[in-house]
């Protein structure tokens, strides 16, 4: 009897194992399908293609040129195109800069700005304008015209 007490929970679990893995192998149908992990082809070029970095070119008739600084060393005299000569009647004075080295004055007339300088003109484009003059004074602008007539051209107060 006590042989039997310890054989039957051995025999029992024997004959439990053998019925799970005597089951159907449908457990095979359910396993994923493999994955390719190869990587796709990839070509590689050798040549190199140059970036050619566009220029800019301002051709704005109206507005100062935004590249070409205020001061005198960005003063360009240019004699490819003919510069226009304002009528000092139209001019108006904008606003008067002073950067502890020189005064400059911002004119407009006609649609386009222009850049008293010391006592030289420029315009938009940062070319001379020959003929005209001009005197910076503290709240005015004094323009001496190619036929030496004068004009005090005087900042507007706002009110």
């Known amino acids: 009897?006590?042989?039997?007490?310890?054989?039957?929970?051995?025999?029992?679990?024997?004959?439990?194992?053998?019925?799970?893995?005597?089951?159907n192998n449908e457990q095979a149908s359910y396993a994923p399908a493999p994955i390719d992990f190869t990587p796709p082809a990839v070509s590689i070029s050798t040549t190199v293609a140059k970036k050619e970095i566009p220029k800019h070119i301002?051709?704005?008739?109206?507005?100062?040129?935004p590249y070409i600084a205020l001061n005198a060393e960005g003063a360009i005299i240019s004699n490819s195109e003919e510069v226009r000569v304002p009528n000092i009647g139209t001019l108006t004075l904008k606003g008067i800069l002073d950067d502890g080295k020189q005064k400059m004055a911002i004119i407009s007339g006609g649609g386009v700005s222009y850049i008293l300088r010391g006592t030289l003109l420029f315009d938009n484009r940062q070319r001379i304008v020959k003929g005209i003059t001009g005197t910076i004074k503290k709240e005015s602008v004094i323009i001496i015209a190619p036929d030496k007539t004068k004009k005090e051209l005087l900042l507007r107060q706002k009110d």
């Open 1 to 23: 009897m006590t042989l039997t007490r310890y054989l039957t929970p051995v025999l029992v679990t024997l004959y439990g194992l053998i019925l799970v893995s005597c089951g």
């Open 58 to 65: 301002y051709k704005g008739e109206r507005f100062r040129d």
